[in-house]
């Protein structure tokens, strides 16, 4: 329930942050001016006691996360990826969330398994061990296949995790109406529908049914990829709470150490993590939205390998080719060719001014260029864009949340693996090559033929249609009551006429 109730939860949250000593690292590491540093202890000083005590054992902020529950881990996991943006060192202790979470007890995963599959363990696998692997949904054991001698992945969800996202989920619910209602600028952000978009895409996690359907369906798109692998689901012993992939043997890219001893050109792939992830979303429009280290390996062939596929996310072709502009204008510094297709998208309200649009958008795009990517502050940069898209009153586009969050994940994994990657240049490639198909002379050859396809399904049906309406004109109707209006129908029949000609200068075309 999305109540008040949840003001005890916030206010748990900030206390656990004072008492864990995480309150102080974040802080610091955001670079929060002194003045609310010292408002946000004095505020929060009194209530830690009412904080959740966490594992002595961790590092402070990764402690208060784990405390706190799932919900805030998936955000830690986020930060993890962004030493640029949290510091090194905040960023190293996130890295812990990624699949390093205490496991929870062999027999419960046994339990869930044989209630699932309907059959013993040992009957299934001839060999199942101790969890490789703990993350804040579920964890991986390594199995081999008792019918095939396979060696496999199985995953499996934590017992309880619905009810526990529920609750942190509508705790944050609660406090997107806060803000909406206390701090009325921030409603352009739609805090509440950002949470309605996290929420369908956790809730979605929880079912391991779609997660196989959506490795399989990946693993079809991306079959021709070079240097990219994704493990075969195997169908038959996996169902709504189990998951059973293929293994997938290799590296963590979170191991930069164990990369360079496979002799893996770290600067070649974190620049091929970087392609493949804008492939996928602007070819396929089907891309992997949790790309961060704990989800990707490396094999002893230098093939990056992609595990983990609760989360996917989804562009229609005209967002994908939006999307693709924007990246091309930054690309050939075209200014005012991006602030036209944010205007042209809806992006940006139509009574803002185009020209001083383009001008602040080059004062975001201008800092990035010719400069080493290490003297780039990504915080203060991120700063700025959200002053520009508040000064043009930009509302966030929920359709694209896990787009942008994607792409600041997979930045910082490249930047993980090489410091100095310049992202556009990397992104020019597979930017251009998207644009030449998809926007020039033969993609408007194909959107036409498209067009034709429609028209030609509804073509046989318009004559008649259009005698059918021309008839009834011409029938002999009786006054009616009250004088009516023939424009609709006028309208229709103007309209199928234009239709059919249109569909036959298609043809003829």
Same mark, same amino acid.
């Given at each position: ?10 206010i ?27 408002v946000?202890?004095?505020?929060g000083?009194?209530?830690?006691? !009412? ?36 510091? !090194? $060192? ?16 062999m ?7 044989e ?83 996290? $929420?369908? #895409?956790?809730?979605?996690? !929880? ?15 991306? $079959? ?6 994704v ?73 990056l ?14 967002t ?20 036209? #297709? ?39 940069? !991120? ?27 997979? $930045? ?22 998207y ?48 004088p ?26």
């Amino acid at each position: 329930m999305k109540g008040p109730h949840n003001l005890w939860r916030l206010i748990r949250t900030g206390a656990t942050f004072e008492r864990t000593g995480a309150m102080r690292t974040v802080l610091e590491a955001m670079n929060v001016p002194p003045r609310l540093r010292f408002v946000a202890r004095v505020m929060g000083w009194p209530f830690a006691w !009412l904080g959740l005590k966490g594992d002595p054992a961790l590092p402070p902020v990764t402690r208060a996360i784990t405390a706190l529950g799932p919900a805030y881990i998936k955000f830690g996991q986020i930060l993890s990826t962004r030493p640029d943006i949290v510091g !090194l $060192e905040l960023a190293n202790q996130l890295r812990y969330l990624q699949d390093q979470l205490p496991p929870f007890p062999m027999a419960q995963a046994r339990a869930s398994i044989e209630a699932e599959l309907e059959q013993p363990v040992d009957v299934l696998f001839s060999s199942f061990s101790e969890p490789v692997a703990a993350a804040s949904i579920a964890q991986v054991h390594r199995a081999r296949m008792a019918e095939t001698g396979e060696e496999v992945a199985v995953k499996v969800l934590r017992p309880g995790i619905a009810r526990a996202f529920r609750r942190d989920i509508d705790a944050f619910y609660f406090a997107a109406g806060m803000i909406e209602r206390l701090v009325p600028f921030t409603r352009r952000l739609r805090p509440t529908d950002v949470i309605a978009h996290f $929420e369908g #895409v956790v809730m979605g996690e !929880l079912d391991l049914r779609l997660e196989t359907a959506a490795a399989a369906e990946f693993a079809a798109n991306t $079959e021709g990829d070079s240097g990219f692998r994704v493990p075969r689901p195997i169908w038959h012993l996996s169902g709504r709470n189990v998951m059973t992939l293929g293994w997938a043997e290799g590296a963590s890219l979170g191991d930069n150490d164990a990369i360079d001893a496979l002799g893996v050109d770290r600067d070649e792939l974190g620049e091929r993590v970087l392609q493949l992830f804008l492939k996928h979303a602007l070819r396929d429009g089907y891309f992997h939205a949790d790309m961060h280290q704990g989800n990707l390996k490396v094999g002893a062939n230098g093939d990056l390998i992609a595990y983990d596929f609760g989360i996917m996310g989804v562009l229609d072709e005209y967002t994908r080719r939006v999307y693709a502009e924007i990246l091309f204008g930054f690309i050939r510094k075209d200014y005012r060719r991006v602030a036209e #297709v944010h205007f042209e998208a809806g992006y940006v309200p139509a009574d803002r001014d185009v020209e001083e649009f383009a001008r602040a958008l080059r004062a975001v795009g201008e800092p990035i260029f010719g400069m080493d990517a290490t003297r780039i502050s990504m915080a203060r940069l !991120l700063n700025y864009l959200f002053e520009v898209t508040e000064r043009f009153g930009m509302q966030t586009r929920t359709e694209l949340i896990l787009l942008q969050r994607t792409m600041v994940v997979v $930045e910082g994994v490249a930047r993980s693996l090489n410091p100095s990657i310049n992202i556009w240049h990397v992104a020019q490639p597979v930017v251009e090559e998207y644009i030449r198909t998809n926007l020039g002379p033969r993609a408007l050859i194909r959107d036409i033929g498209r067009a034709a396809m429609v028209l030609s399904r509804f073509g046989p049906h318009l004559p008649g249609v259009v005698d059918e309406a021309l008839l009834r004109l011409r029938e002999p109707v009786a006054p009616p009551p009250a004088p009516r209006s023939t424009a609709p129908l006028a309208w229709f029949v103007a309209g199928a006429a234009v239709s059919w000609a249109l569909f036959l200068t298609l043809l003829v075309f």
